[in-house]
């Protein structure tokens, strides 16, 4: 006998309630008791595996479908504050209830973040990414408006410092779900010279 793929057989199930009324008599079988009685049901292991592969992937949609409807994203583009161009590799962290998201910009200057809950009313952004060589160039509290951050987005006020003067560079648009800052990376001695001063400041 060669081993293989085991034959499909047909399955008959048969409801209890309808055979208690079908007792073994010699002149009706109990099949054909049921035949009088009701339809019966029939299938094959493969009906069987289709329905089981039809409900998980329902299951799977309707998952997917509820994650679409509570996950939100929200992007920072980080632009250099004198040219205006996209910085890559700069750290950004958005505050999502009692803890702080890090991302990395991309090659177009954009982090973006994803989170299954709801946002908070306002969106806290550190777009220094807690690194003391990065320098954030628009103005603190870096707290924008949900609401108008998703409908429309925003630009960070310019900051009014030493360390971001002879800003050059046009002010970009913001689109839908996005901010937009702009930084400047510190050299080693700028950076020294912060770490001194938050030292010395406590």
């Not at 309808?18 to 094959?44: E, T």
């Not at 310019?158 to 400047?184: A, D, M, Q």
Request: proline share 6%.
């Amino acid at each position: 006998m060669v081993r293989g793929w085991p034959r499909l057989t047909t399955v008959t199930v048969e409801t209890s309630p309808l055979r208690s009324k079908c007792p073994q008599s010699p002149g009706l079988s109990v099949s054909a008791c049921l035949q009088k009685l009701g339809p019966r049901v029939k299938f094959s292991y493969l009906d069987l595996l289709m329905r089981m592969l039809r409900a998980i992937v329902i299951v799977v949609a309707v998952s997917h479908l509820c994650f679409a409807q509570t996950s939100s994203e929200v992007r920072v583009r980080v632009l250099d504050y004198r040219t205006g161009l996209p910085v890559k590799g700069w750290k950004v962290g958005l505050s999502i209830g009692n803890h702080w998201i890090v991302e990395k910009t991309m090659q177009d200057g954009v982090a973006s973040f994803r989170t299954a809950t709801a946002l908070p009313q306002n969106l806290h952004i550190d777009a220094e990414g807690g690194v003391r060589s990065e320098w954030s160039c628009i103005a603190t509290p870096e707290i924008f408006d949900t609401s108008v951050v998703l409908e429309k987005g925003l630009i960070g006020n310019f900051l009014i410092h030493p360390l971001c003067k002879h800003h050059v560079s046009p002010i970009t648009k913001s689109n839908p779900g996005e901010v937009v800052v702009y930084v400047r990376r510190l050299d080693p001695w700028l950076t020294f010279r912060r770490l001194w001063h938050d030292a010395t400041r406590g």
